[in-house]
């Protein structure tokens, strides 16, 4: 364990995290990722230099805009926290099992339900523009690195449960409490996993989610009937990704 390393990978984490802020800002509001530079959402001041530094601008301004002074959402400096502890943990892992490229095609993965967790939170929505694009490239570079098989078995078996989930929903309760954007995750998730390991990823997410769930009913927090299961579905894959391999483990040793 090199302690520079860590460094450096924490640095790069918080770089993407906030590059993530950014996505997530602007993809729903259908602007561009790129341009133009970042500004205060109230006054459109735009940010200067030093005050874009992940987490330390935010400590340095106290969590207001310069200029208006009105308060930045510590959502901001949470995920770019957020993006360099992953960064950090797949960083780790790959002194276990990991090759190079696996480990960079994890950083991708998880950088992508990062942003797609927050903005299923905001929106309750999944975009087609970026599952498409995403799910393309994992299928590309599995066939390319992995075996094709397999993620396309890991596609169907993603995408089908969830979709079943909503097929079930329906006859059951009348109401469906996913969306046509969860099968997409599905099977997104099933793309860079492979089947076994989405399968842990939708088991935690149920736990997880009705867990969550049913402390928000308790608490009368719920704004509406409807709780994302996207941002479950992503923090299942995420433990999956990390510990999946030692949760199956365990399992299949304990079973007897
Ligand atoms: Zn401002």
Not at 72 to 94: D, G
Not at 99 to 117: A, C, P, W
Not at 191 to 196: A, H, P, S
Request: aromatic letters at 14%.
């Amino acid at each position: 364990m090199i302690v520079s390393e860590y460094i450096l990978v924490a640095i790069f984490g918080l770089i993407i995290g906030s590059f993530l802020n950014v996505c997530i800002y602007r993809i729903p509001k259908k602007l561009s990722i790129v341009l133009p530079r970042s500004f205060c959402p109230k006054c459109k001041t735009a940010i200067k230099s030093w005050e874009n530094i992940p987490i330390i601008s935010y400590i340095i301004l106290r969590g207001k805009c310069s200029n208006c002074k009105e308060s930045i959402s510590i959502r901001y400096p949470l995920v770019e926290a957020i993006t360099a502890i992953m960064f950090l943990l797949i960083w780790h892992n790959l002194w276990f099992d990991l090759s190079i490229y696996r480990m960079l095609m994890n950083l991708f993965f998880v950088s992508v339900l990062i942003v797609v967790t927050f903005i299923d939170i905001d929106y309750l929505l999944i975009h087609d523009k970026i599952t498409y694009p995403v799910i393309i490239i994992g299928i590309v570079l599995q066939a390319m690195y992995n075996s094709l098989g397999q993620t396309v078995l890991g596609f169907f078996i993603g995408g089908g449960i969830i979709y079943l989930f909503i097929l079930l929903g329906k006859l059951f309760y009348g109401q469906d409490g996913m969306g046509g954007g969860d099968v997409k995750l599905g099977a997104l998730i099933g793309v860079y996993l492979g089947w076994k390991m989405t399968l842990l990823s939708i088991f935690l997410a149920c736990i997880v989610g009705s867990v969550i769930s049913g402390i928000l009913i308790l608490l009368k927090k719920k704004k509406s009937d409807y709780i994302a299961f996207g941002p479950f579905m992503s923090l299942g894959a995420i433990i999956s990704l990390l510990f999946g391999k030692r949760i199956l483990d365990w399992y299949l040793y304990y079973r007897w």
